[in-house]
């Protein structure tokens, strides 16, 4: 029977980097020790601990500053921690790590939503489409932010881009009938509403909806 050995899974862990590309600039006996925190880390989140697991992150990129997926990790588990103050700092930090990387530009955005900071979304969200224009998470966001700055003429312009590309998904038609609604387009909304009632009979947010225009147009 053989038992699991702390050096041989991480000399396994410093071939796989060896041969890929080194993703830490550490010794062998620092990516012994980064595989340890790391699996720390996760049986930490897993067990409830984030400050747990926050810590035993940071003890890795105290280590190696520049270390992008110990960065990227340490912003997830301020957002999963609702710390979205720290997790934005977080975010930025793996970003100037990896600037081409679209993935902690997600998170910030998630970051950044959760306390409001909807220009910053906006701003942040057109960074990251200058890296890939058609990406629909960001524009999705981007959308609904510009929707909840009032910006009602960007969110409809944000919400048909993406319709172009999901022309029949529910959530987007019902965001742009939202943002047609809140506009004072009445017209266009009570058309979009009808539209979702019909493939989605029903539908709670499709009915309150399709109710404001009644109302408004009484």
């Known amino acids: 029977m053989s038992s699991y050995s702390p050096t041989i899974m991480g000399l396994s862990l410093i071939a796989v980097l060896l041969g890929g590309g080194l993703v830490s600039t550490g010794s062998a006996a620092d990516l012994v020790k980064t595989q340890a925190e790391f699996a720390e880390s996760y049986k930490q989140e897993y067990a ?4 747990g697991a926050i810590k035993t992150t940071k003890v890795t990129l105290a280590r190696e500053a520049g270390y992008y997926e110990a960065a990227l ?3 997830y588990l301020y957002s999963i921690s609702a710390a979205y103050i720290d997790a934005q700092d977080a975010y930025r930090a793996a970003i100037a790590i990896r600037p ?13 939503a959760a306390k409001a900071k909807w220009d910053d979304v906006v ?3 057109s960074a990251a489409l200058q890296l890939d224009a058609q990406n629909a ?4 966001r981007v959308a609904f932010a510009k929707f909840m700055a009032k910006d009602y003429a960007g969110a409809e312009a944000s919400y048909k881009q993406l319709l172009e590309l999901y022309p029949a998904d529910l959530e987007l038609k019902i965001g742009l009938a ?20 019909t493939v989605s009979p029903g539908n709670p947010r499709g009915l309150a909806g399709w109710t404001e225009v009644r109302k408004g147009s009484k």
Do not use: C, H, M, W
Not at 48 to 51: D, E, P, V
Not at 181 to 197: H, N
């Open 48 to 51: 409830g601990n984030l400050i």
């Open 178 to 197: 939202y943002t047609y609604l809140k506009a004072g387009q009445k017209k266009e909304a009570s058309q979009l509403f009808d539209d979702i009632l």
């Open 123 to 125: 701003t942040e969200g």
């Open 137 to 140: 998470a960001v524009i999705g």
């Open 73 to 75: 990790r340490l912003a």
């Open 100 to 112: 081409a990387a679209l993935e902690p530009r997600l998170g910030l955005l998630g970051a950044l």
